[in-house]
T-cell receptor
Framework: GAGVSQSPRYKVAKRGQDVALRCDPI?????LFWYQQALGQGPEFLTY????????KSGLPSDRFFAERPEGSVSTLKIQRTQQEDSAVYLC???????????FGPGTRLTVT | GQQLNQSPQSMFIQEGEDVSMNCTSS?????WLWYKQDPGEGPVLLIA?????ELTSNGRLTAQFGITRKDSFLNISASIPSDVGIYFC???????????FGAGTRLTVKP
């Protein structure tokens, strides 16, 4: 079956621009996670949704970061007024109800110039 | 920041050799997972562990959930060139929603 997909795969933004990153989870997965992965590091948690409810956003680094999942399926991570330190790979993962196994998409590599 | 200490950071081995890597933490986890990440791709789940002391295999891969619930190891037997990549441990904290990842072990296999 289809896995988690993300778009775009690559995004170059000028400092100060807003960006929107999309995640399509595995069909039927109720939980969706966003992670940020810096070069040479493991993924770091940003935020978590259960269906359309954002239950944890403790990992969002600043109020410039905003995520939504209005219909409990597709999710968008928005970064306003991008800064160079926002350059990273942004990973989305989804998880079926009653399990702990998260399945990741290919990521979006964001470069802020 | 990350709470898992993963070692070694990198390994260079000959094809056919066995490999061992581990993760330790000061925190108690109720789930351990091991992932492999290839360049330009997202992490792919290899093995999931749910009980302290559990030993689970997936082909040439074997992983164990430590008795103290604060550590886990991954073994790869008879390595092959396609085992090249970065291996991450990830732990789910009790009562937590997110997974914490180690910094990864970069594996290079020489033919």
């Amino acid at each position: 079956g289809a896995g988690v997909s993300q778009s775009p795969r690559y995004k170059v933004a000028k400092r100060g621009q807003d960006v929107a990153l999309r995640c399509d989870p595995i069909s039927g997965h109720v939980s969706l996670f966003w992670y940020q992965q810096a070069l040479g590091q493991g993924p770091e948690f940003l935020t978590y949704f259960q269906n359309e409810a954002q239950l944890d956003k403790s990992g969002l680094p600043s109020d410039r970061f905003f995520a939504e999942r209005p219909e409990g399926s597709v999710s968008t991570l928005k970064i306003q007024r991008t800064q160079q330190e926002d350059s990273a790979v942004y990973l989305c993962a989804s998880r079926a109800a009653g399990t702990y196994e998260q399945y990741f998409g290919p990521g979006t590599r964001l470069t802020v110039t | 920041g990350q709470q898992l200490n993963q070692s070694p950071q990198s390994m260079f081995i000959q094809e056919g050799e066995d490999v061992s890597m581990n993760c330790t933490s000061s925190s108690i986890f109720n789930t351990w997972l091991w992932y492999k990440q290839d360049p330009g791709e997202g992490p792919v789940l290899l093995i999931a562990l749910y009980k302290a002391g559990e030993l689970t295999s997936n082909g040439r891969l074997t992983a164990q959930f430590g008795i103290t619930r604060k550590d886990s190891f991954l073994n790869i037997s008879a390595s092959i060139p396609s085992d090249v990549g970065i291996y991450f441990c990830a732990g789910q904290l009790q009562g937590g929603n997110d997974m914490r990842f180690g910094a990864g072990t970069r594996l290079t296999v020489k033919p």
